[in-house]
């Protein structure tokens, strides 16, 4: 089975750094893009950007170039998304997503929610 | 980039057949047949519906089908259940630059 499982949900301060991941298992990990998705609370579907694990090649939507930063480690099977210094604002849901042979999601991950508050 | 536009909410009653529409442009639906459709259920991760415009997933409904007209694509549900009863996004490729675009969402209720 084709699965993507997320790191447990976060709580900071605003001004600290984070790091959440997401592991795949059941299929070759390095021959298909993984995308980061936020949700905020309340709101719809924005897609960050996507990593191919194979060659890490990365590609940011424009609405999140150097707010975030994604990554990958092949060797464990697991993509990130980072933050340097998180804002209140940065206060969501955030799904990852295999990318399919064909331009779509699935499956996705379950989810991290991380909480931003002073 | 802007968010597809789709309607903020549509209803149906049981057994009916409800559309969601999902508006672009041509730099994104109107240019490439590559729109898919999620539902997402309360506090739950989206799931695939259709992608490619048309295409079901192995074990998605056949309620549920998909179209393109334009620089609109839709999500059509037949035969609307209680179940149906959830957000819907699309989502289209949008070229080399941008890439991906989600649509506003939809939600869904079941009379």
Known sequence: EVQLVQSGAEVKKPGESLKIS????????????????????????????????????????????????????????????????LQASDTAMYFCARRGDSRLFDPWGQGTLVTVSS | QSALTQPASVSGSPGQSITISCTGTSSDVGGYNYVSWYQQHPGKAPKLLIYDVSNRPSG????????????????????????????????????????????????????
Do not use: H
């Open chain 1, 22 to 85: 997401c592991k795949g298992s059941g299929y070759s990990f390095t021959n298909y893009w993984i995308a980061w998705v936020r949700q905020m609370p309340g709101k719809g579907l924005e897609w960050m950007g996507l990593i191919y694990p194979g060659t890490s090649d990365i590609r940011y939507s424009p609405s999140f170039q150097g707010q975030v930063t994604i990554s990958a480690d092949k060797s464990i099977n697991t993509a990130y998304l980072q933050w340097s210094s």
């Open chain 2, 60 to 111: 998605i409904s056949n309620r549920f089908s998909g179209s393109k007209s334009g620089n609109t694509a839709s999500l059509t549900i037949s035969g609307l259940q209680a179940e149906d009863e959830a957000d819907y996004y699309c989502n289209s490729y949008a070229g080399s630059s941008t890439l991906y675009v989600f649509g506003t969402g939809t939600k869904v209720t079941v009379l």
